[in-house]
Nanobody, 120 residues
Framework: QVQLVESGGGLVQAGGSLRLSCAASGSIFRIYDMGWYRQAPGKQRELVARISSDGRTDYADSVKGRFTISRDNAKNTVSLQMNSLKPEDTAVYYC??????????????WGQGTQVTVSS
């Protein structure tokens, strides 16, 4: 079993910054893609950013230039630096990781979510 634990959410004023972190632990053979999704009230969960094991990144258009995703493969962590936050960034943010528990099996895991609230 694999666990993802997020930290770093909170309340911030528009224009401010927050940094989210996520640590993976458990029966990990290898971690492939890692990423962050978010879900606002009444909306579908959407991709915010993702990063491959070799560092290639992909961002939602709405966060390009404001958010930066990074990972530490040695520590099995992924982070999301969020700058110039807007009220529309308010959502529950979820960490996700595609984890190989052996050379044959790969499974997507999700964190429990962390609330980010941006006040205007």
């Amino acid at each position: 079993q694999v666990q993802l634990v997020e930290s770093g959410g909170g309340l911030v004023q528009a224009g401010g910054s927050l940094r989210l972190s996520c640590a993976a632990s458990g029966s990990i053979f290898r971690i492939y893609d890692m990423g962050w999704y978010r879900q606002a009230p009444g909306k579908q969960r959407e991709l915010v950013a993702r990063i491959s094991s070799d560092g290639r990144t992909d961002y939602a258009d709405s966060v390009k230039g404001r958010f930066t995703i990074s990972r530490d493969n040695a520590k099995n962590t992924v982070s999301l630096q969020m700058n110039s936050l807007k009220p529309e960034d308010t959502a529950v943010y979820y960490c996700t990781a595609n984890v190989g528990t052996d050379i044959f099996r790969r499974t997507n895991y999700w964190g429990q979510g962390t609330q980010v609230t941006v006040s205007s």
